[in-house]
């Protein structure tokens, strides 16, 4: 079977929130592809629509808002595993219905960054690992109760048959957030979506998340869809990345070309603000300034005309960048850039407004 | 307790800030009568110092005793022991342990904190001036005109709109409210500012933005900071030197450079090995560390560390090292500190 297929490929995605001060565009044109086995790491501004994009994926976008437009296709590996494909289109699916639930928590499940919010706290970490694994799989409480022991050992939780009874906040932050994951596995999804699941931990505990999700990604064959603003964590998990930016995605293309050589003046930024650990520090020289984005994401209500980083590009191209929005462009085949730097054609003069 | 004062001090170079012996434990209460059963070491015999116009950074895993030993210095809580000495501008040489109500008044206004969360540390009912302007009002200071026009001057001093005045919290970013949080620690003027984690809740972007002001600010105000943080590569920017705190003790300190490139005690060498770097080129080594940050209600026997370390001997079961100069001005608490030799960050190359 081809390793590179296509999982999840979300087309020209718009998720508005229509509120009595105006409409918040948080999602606003996504196209995105997920690929089999594969993690991409999605990175951007906070506000940026990472977290909404997520949950349109899973249908689980609140009132007021709304998908309103685009196309979320899911290619779900039919059971047998014999490379054959049911595309179900998840935005027409009923939100409440049978077909999403029967998604939701089994082939696409998700990791929220606050674990105490995923995990109930007045139940047993047990009772709710085994009520996700009897609402999926056809299982007696009995069996429910050794797989989910099964899984608290294989994200390494100390004494799994005993923390299994115990409440949530008994455990340590790290603790809780491996129950967590258990219990997002617990049914052996296809997709892992993880929203900034090591956030909230230090270093060390964080480091042996990550590599707790590398093994169980590499023996369950699972995509990973990872959101974080650490470029760090990034670079240690995604092959893929796409890099978000005011409800859009501006750069995607692998984990070495985003860091070694981006094309965006956005990305640029970002990685140019980051604090690294350099030989100038090693050789205690005084520091220096970090480089800075300038400015501030607007605020939500207002939409930009042009391509919505140019107030804040170093490179902006006057009478193009703040007229006409940028259309995806393909540097190369795995390369997808949305600046004008990198459209000859659009130079020439302003085309029509979308 | 070894001597941590610099060698040859004139009364000029004397450090800002003295720690000693710092302890603070908090009592483990059960039933009705609400009984001491036990006790949380949340920080354990504590010494360092820091200089005039210096920052010193402060790591270690969640629950390691950080934020309580920044709250010790401000006195927002009672230390169970230790001295903690400070060249106050108008007091003189105080021990902040000692003092009375009034004389804890007088010594915060030098001693400053910021805090990690801003979205919880502004009150959303007080508008800027009122936020900015609560430390100079309290300490009278400033009322009236004088007020709103030190509170217009700090908010522009970080990089605000003095016509914010008037607005209330809810109406800003998260980095905006750490810039309101910073204006509002740093408009008595202080000489000392305590930053536990001003910048873990923001992304990259604002935090540059942050980090660069802290240390405008440090440059134009001559301000001296401890600076707690989860995050090594944003410590090892903005730290002159480094401490590690594991399970209420420093087990090493040095210069930023001397810890991050040959560091000496196991613990860190598990940190800096776990520090996410942005760069995809894969990893030479990597040490994992393994099982759980001690309790520190009830810490093992011997070195706090030994259970979780690779290098651990029968002697580190049964005695506690000591805090050990082993070159100049770096300090390791480990058995082997002057023996191991561990690996310090992968270097990346300059930009
Ligand atoms: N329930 C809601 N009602 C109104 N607006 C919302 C709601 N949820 C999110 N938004 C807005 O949608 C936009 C995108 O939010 P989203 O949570 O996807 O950001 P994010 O990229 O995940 O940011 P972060 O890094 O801070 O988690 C933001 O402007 C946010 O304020
Ligand atoms: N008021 C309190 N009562 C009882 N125990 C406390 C109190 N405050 C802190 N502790 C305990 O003291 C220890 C040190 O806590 P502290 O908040 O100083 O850690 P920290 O290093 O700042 O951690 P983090 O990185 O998570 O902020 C912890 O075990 C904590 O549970
Ligand atoms: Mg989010
Ligand atoms: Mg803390």
């Not at chain 1, 707790?212 to 998990?237: C, D, F, K, P």
């Not at chain 2, 990597?286 to 759980?292: A, C, D, H, N």
Request: hydrophobic residues 40%; contains cysteine.
């Amino acid at each position: 079977m081809p390793e590179n297929q296509v999982l999840v490929e979300i087309k020209d995605l718009h998720t508005y929130f229509f509120l009595a001060e105006g409409v918040v565009r948080a999602v606003d044109g996504v196209d995105l592809v997920i690929k089999r086995r594969q993690t991409l790491g999605v990175v951007g501004e906070s506000g940026c629509g990472k977290s909404i994009t997520s949950l349109s994926l899973l249908r689980l976008i609140p009132p007021p808002g709304r998908i309103t437009q685009g196309e979320i296709l899911y290619y779900k590996p039919s059971a047998g595993d014999n490379g054959s494909v049911d595309v179900i289109n998840i935005t027409a699916l009923n939100p409440n219905g049978r077909e999403i639930r029967d998604i939701r928590g089994n082939q696409i499940s998700m990791v929220f960054q606050e674990p105490m919010t995923a995990m109930s706290p007045v139940r047993t970490v047990g009772q709710q690992i085994i009520e996700a694994i009897m609402l999926h799989q056809k299982v007696n409480k009995a069996e429910a109760r050794k797989r989910a022991i099964e899984m608290l050992a294989r994200v390494k939780m100390p004494k799994p048959e005993r923390t299994i009874d115990d409440y949530p906040f008994q455990l340590s932050g790290g603790m809780r957030q491996r129950a967590v994951i258990a219990m997002a596995l617990s049914c052996h999804p296809h997709l892992l979506i993880a929203d900034e699941p090591t956030t909230a931990l230090d270093v060390t505990t964080e480091a042996q998340i990550l590599d707790l999700m590398r093994s169980l990604q590499n023996e369950l064959g699972m995509a990973i869809m990872y959101i974080t603003h650490n470029l760090g964590v990034v670079a240690e998990m995604a092959e893929e990345v796409a890099v978000m930016y005011l409800g859009k995605v501006v750069e995607q293309t692998d984990v070495k070309t985003i860091f070694l050589e981006p094309l965006h003046p956005y990305t640029q930024g970002l990685l140019s603000s980051i604090p690294r650990l350099d030989e100038s520090i090693m050789r205690g020289e005084k520091r220096r300034r970090l480089q800075m984005i300038k400015g501030m994401v607007p605020d939500p209500y207002t939409r930009l005309k042009g391509c919505p980083f140019h107030p804040r590009c170093p490179k902006v191209i006057g009478d193009v960048c703040d007229q006409v929005e940028p259309a995806s462009i393909w540097v190369r085949p795995g390369h997808m850039v949305r600046c004008h730097l990198y459209a000859e054609a659009v130079k020439s003069g302003p085309a029509p407004s979308h | 307790m070894p001597d941590l004062m610099p060698q040859s001090s004139p009364a000029s170079s004397e450090p800002l800030l003295v720690v000693e012996g710092l302890t603070k434990y908090f009592p483990i209460r059960r039933g009705f009568f609400k009984r001491v059963v036990g006790q949380v070491k949340a920080v354990d015999h504590v010494d360092f110092y820091v200089q005039e116009g210096e920052t010193l950074g402060l790591v270690g895993e969640s629950g390691c005793g950080k934020t309580t030993t920044g709250r010790c210095i401000l006195r927002a809580i009672e230390p169970t022991d230790g001295r903690i000495l400070f060249r106050d501008p108008k007091l003189g040489r105080v021990d902040i342990c000692k003092l009375d109500k009034e004389q804890i008044r007088l010594v915060r206004r030098n001693i400053r904190m910021i805090f990690q969360d801003p979205y919880a540390s502004l009150n959303p009912r007080m508008t800027l001036l009122d936020i900015v302007g609560a430390p100079l009002r309290a300490m009278g200071l400033a009322h009236g005109k004088e007020l709103e026009d030190r509170v217009a001057q700090m908010l522009q001093l970080v990089g605000l709109r003095p016509e914010y005045m008037r607005r209330y919290p809810h109406a800003f970013s998260g980095g905006q409210r750490q810039r309101i949080g910073l204006a509002r620690a740093l408009a008595p003027y202080p000489k000392f500012v305590v930053c536990d984690e001003p910048v873990s809740a923001l992304d990259v972007s604002v935090q540059a933005q942050i980090l660069n002001l802290l240390e405008d600010l440090q440059e134009q105000m001559g301000l001296t900071y401890l600076f707690v943080a989860h995050d090594l590569s944003v410590v090892a920017h903005i730290s002159d030197r480094v401490a590690v705190m594991y399970v209420g003790k420093i087990v090493e300190l040095a210069s930023t450079a001397e810890l991050f490139s040959s560091p000496k005690h196991p613990y860190t060498e598990a940190l800096l090995s776990a520090i996410p770097l942005p760069d995809p080129r894969p990893r030479e080594k990597r040490v994992l560390l393994t099982g759980e940050v001690a309790n520190p209600a009830n810490p093992p026997s011997g070195c706090y560390f030994h259970p979780r370390c690779s290098y651990a001997e029968e002697i580190c079961k049964t005695h506690e090292p000591e805090f050990d100069e082993v070159t100049p001005g770096h300090y390791v608490k480990c058995h082997f500190g002057r023996e191991l030799s561990l690996t310090g960050v992968v270097r990346m190359p300059d930009r």
